[in-house]
């Protein structure tokens, strides 16, 4: 069963806009964490934000999560071409030690 | 090397042979999952090694699927019978606690 669901599934921009992406879920978390793949092969971690965190930054990446209506998102600011990718969160569900993926959004950043 | 290893990147089979698909995790990480993508997919939770607990094969499709950890150290899944709808892109990775280090995958094609 999925437990995330990214929103929307596709995305295109210009290169310098930002992009934000929503990642909904069900059940409990303790963390909610964001991946990238590229090519459709390896995913790279991005950023972990627990349930007790609202807000989280790296880079030009920022993070929210609201518990209250079970929903993240995922902003890029200033993107980039290389930006470029498909972007997946991954819960706890309900505290298991198996992350539960979305479907993915696909960013597509045009320079 | 740092990262996780899966050999072979790609592989294609006919329809009815066995595979063995290889996953060498970071030095050091007791967590191993083996995950699927199908094309455009999210990725689908195939098995999880715990140390030396017993892993959690809940997400094995079917009983022609089947993985083993050897030394709590290198990963190997195995499919019999291969089917067509088996063609996708096996993932494992490695965790030390929560983020989880993926390899580049193996991209099984079923003929």
Same mark, same amino acid.
């Given at each position: 069963?999925?437990?995330?669901?990214?929103?929307?599934?596709?995305?295109?921009?210009?290169?310098?806009?930002?992009?934000?992406?929503?990642?909904?879920?069900?059940?409990?978390?303790?963390?909610?964490?964001?991946?990238?793949?590229?090519?459709?092969?390896?995913?790279? $971690?991005?950023?972990?934000? &627990?349930?007790?965190?609202?807000?989280? $930054?790296?880079? &030009?990446?920022?993070?929210?999560?609201?518990?209250?209506?079970?929903?993240?998102?995922?902003?890029?600011?200033?993107?980039?071409? /290389?930006?470029? /990718?498909?972007?997946?969160? /991954?819960?706890?569900?309900?505290?298991?030690?198996?992350?539960?993926?979305?479907?993915?959004?696909?960013?597509?950043? $045009?320079? | 090397?740092?990262?996780?290893?899966?050999?072979? +990147?790609?592989?294609?089979?006919?329809?009815?042979?066995?595979?063995?698909?290889?996953?060498?995790?970071?030095?050091?990480?007791?967590?191993?999952?083996?995950?699927?993508? +199908?094309?455009?997919?999210?990725?689908?939770?195939?098995?999880?090694?715990?140390?030396?607990?017993?892993?959690?094969?809940?997400?094995?499709?079917?009983?022609?699927?089947?993985?083993?950890?050897?030394?709590?150290?290198?990963?190997?899944?195995?499919?019999?019978?291969?089917?067509?709808?088996?063609?996708?892109?096996?993932?494992?990775?490695? +965790?030390?606690?929560?983020?989880?280090?993926?390899?580049?995958?193996?991209?099984?094609?079923?003929?």
């Amino acid at each position: 069963s999925q437990q995330g669901e990214e929103d929307p599934q596709a995305l295109s921009i210009q290169e310098g806009e930002n992009a934000t992406m929503n990642c909904s879920y069900k059940t409990s978390i303790n963390n909610l964490q964001w991946y990238r793949q590229n090519s459709g092969r390896g995913l790279v $971690h991005l950023i972990l934000i &627990r349930s007790n965190e609202r807000e989280k $930054h790296s880079g &030009r990446l920022r993070v929210t999560l609201d518990t209250s209506k079970k929903s993240s998102s995922l902003l890029i600011t200033a993107s980039r071409a /290389a930006d470029t /990718a498909s972007y997946f969160c /991954a819960t706890d569900e309900g505290g298991s030690y198996i992350p539960t993926f979305g479907r993915g959004t696909s960013l597509i950043v $045009h320079p | 090397g740092a990262g996780v290893s899966q050999s072979p +990147s790609n592989k294609v089979t006919e329809k009815g042979k066995d595979v063995e698909l290889r996953c060498d995790p970071i030095s050091g990480h007791t967590a191993l999952y083996w995950y699927r993508q +199908s094309l455009g997919q999210g990725l689908e939770f195939l098995i999880y090694f715990q140390g030396n607990s017993a892993p959690d094969k809940s997400g094995l499709p079917s009983d022609r699927f089947s993985a083993e950890r050897t030394g709590g150290s290198v990963s190997t899944l195995t499919i019999q019978r291969t089917q067509q709808e088996d063609s996708a892109v096996y993932l494992c990775a490695s +965790s030390p606690s929560t983020e989880a280090f993926f390899g580049q995958g193996t991209r099984l094609t079923v003929v």
